[in-house]
């Protein structure tokens, strides 16, 4: 079974500028969750999609920050502009259903860094 | 507010040692806990999981780990480290809220091996 794939696996850009990650998860995994992870700290929720609706974006800076999911498959998280504590890997996950304590899955995640 | 803690922020063992992570939370009631591991450049790998039941969980990798209600705890054990698990070992609470369920990751312990 293919895991979760994100891309790109790196990304470097400045500030004010706009940058794009995408992420296919586990083909049938009905949830589909955003997390940032900045160094030296635990990955942090921004987002949680049940199919293609928004279950929790509670975390999500939405100034700066969106994510969608059309077709609830894949999904791509925006930041524009980009600030320099954006700096972090951005990690997605997927889970079957979204029910309380299932496994999350998740990607290699995408190191961004903001000059 | 819900929180979850890692007071150790790096630990260092030799190779065969045994091992102890701890990892506390604050909650009113029990939340579903999990210790995930990550290795460098990987993504986050689920090592266990507890909900209910027998407090002493078994994982992974020979990991095991204990839930202690009135300590509000759940360390991660290990009786003989191997030289493959250094890596960042993040604990996670998952707590229910009225229409979802909101997942926290602790800071992590970054835990190196000595061969």
């Known amino acids: 079974e293919a895991g979760v794939a994100q891309s790109p696996r790196y990304k470097i850009i400045e500030k004010r500028q706009s940058v794009a990650f995408w992420c296919n998860p586990i083909?049938?995994?009905?949830?589909l969750y955003w997390y940032q992870q900045i160094l030296g700290q635990g990955p942090k929720l921004l987002i949680q999609f049940q199919n293609n609706g928004v279950v929790d974006d509670s975390q999500l800076p939405k100034d700066r920050f969106s994510a969608e999911r059309l077709k609830g498959v894949d999904s791509t998280l925006k930041i524009q502009p980009a600030k320099l504590e954006d700096s972090a890997v951005y990690l997605c996950?997927?889970?079957?259903?979204?029910?309380?304590?299932?496994?999350?899955?998740f990607g290699p995640g995408t190191r961004l860094l903001v000059l | 507010a819900q929180s979850v803690t890692q007071p150790d922020i790096h630990i260092t063992v030799s190779e065969g040692a045994s091992l102890e992570l701890r990892c506390n939370y604050s909650?009113?009631?029990?939340?579903?806990l999990f210790w995930y591991v990550q290795s460098p450049g990987q993504g986050l790998q689920l090592l266990l999981k507890?909900?209910?039941?027998?407090?002493l969980v078994q994982g992974i990798k020979g990991f095991e780990a204990e839930f202690k209600r009135s300590q509000s705890s759940f360390n991660l054990r290990k009786p003989s480290v191997h030289w493959s698990d250094a890596a960042e070992y993040f604990c996670?609470?998952?707590?229910?809220?009225?229409?979802?369920?909101?997942?926290?990751f602790g800071p992590g312990t970054s835990l190196s091996v000595i061969p």
């Open positions: 083909s049938g995994h009905a949830t």
């Open positions: 996670a609470v998952v707590f229910m809220k009225t229409s979802y369920d909101k997942v926290i």
């Open positions: 909650y009113g009631a029990t939340p579903y």
């Open positions: 507890y909900f209910s039941g027998d407090t």
């Open positions: 996950a997927s889970s079957l259903r979204g029910q309380v304590g299932e496994t999350q899955y």
